[in-house]
T-cell receptor, first 112, second 113 residues
Framework: ETGVTQSPTHLIKTRGQQVTLRCSSQ?????VSWYQQALGQGPQFIFQYYREEENGRGNFPPRFSGLQFPNYSSELNVNALELDDSALYLC???????????FGPGTRLTVL | GDSVTQMEGPVTLSEEAFLTINCTYT??????LFWYVQYPGEGLQLLLKATKADDKGSNKGFEATYRKETTSFHLEKGSVQVSDSAVYFCALRRVQGAQKLVFGQGTRLTINP
């Protein structure tokens, strides 16, 4: 039990739609990162937020965007969904020193 | 750029066998190194970590030593159990810049009774 929760657990969308995924971090964790894990692959870094500001971004297009809120929750938004966006989306939270990041159980997104 | 290469799976062993999963990395400077485990239908759990050369991370009977000279962080366990069946990911995190984790492709481990 990492104390990081994500919702929904599963989601099915069609191509071109928009989706919002949510993450609730542990209290006191100022950093949240989002990762995309395609089937059979390792997670790929999407972006990271620190104290509600984007703090780094991986090789993902601008249609992937995020928000972090003062209550330790965060969102990942994906616009204009494509079939290749089908994946497990993981959020991870950490404290100031980032020595350890705690992962949530993930949201399985299927794009048809 | 930074990268992590893991031994290809799947790996199938009998209970009580010795386990080694190889991991090598490429990175600028001296990153922190991690092993994560993912059980079916779940997210990632931190198994162990090492933050500097020659450090040994250990947890639940698993061990890995940070070898700077060979840029490796191989995972070992002396006697595996059926409950160890999972996917194992090696990862690194640079100490500067965005604190992102760079993962290997994962190694699926199956332990037969």
């Amino acid at each position: 039990e990492t104390g990081v929760t994500q919702s929904p657990t599963h989601l099915i969308k069609t191509r071109g739609q928009q989706v919002t995924l949510r993450c609730s971090s542990q209290s006191g964790h100022n950093t949240v990162s989002w990762y995309q894990q395609a089937l059979g692959q390792g997670p790929q870094f999407i972006f990271q937020y620190y104290r509600e500001e984007e703090n780094g971004r991986g090789n993902f297009p601008p249609r992937f965007s995020g928000l972090q809120f003062p209550n330790y929750s965060s969102e990942l938004n994906v616009n204009a969904l494509e079939l290749d966006d089908s994946a497990l989306y993981l959020c991870a939270s950490g404290g100031e020193d980032l020595s350890t990041q705690y992962f949530g159980p993930g949201t399985r997104l299927t794009v048809l | 750029g930074d990268s992590v290469t893991q031994m290809e799976g799947p790996v199938t062993l009998s209970e009580e066998a010795f386990l080694t999963i190889n991991c090598t990395y490429t990175a600028t400077g001296y990153p922190s190194l991690f092993w994560y485990v993912q059980y079916p239908g779940e997210g990632l759990q931190l198994l162990l970590k090492a933050t500097k050369a020659d450090d040994k991370g250990s947890n639940k009977g698993f061990e890995a030593t940070y070898r700077k000279e060979t840029t490796s962080f191989h995972l070992e366990k002396g006697s595996v159990q059926v409950s160890d069946s999972a996917v194992y990911f090696c990862a690194l995190r640079r100490v500067q810049g965005a604190q992102k984790l760079v993962f290997g492709q994962g190694t699926r481990l199956t332990i037969n009774p």
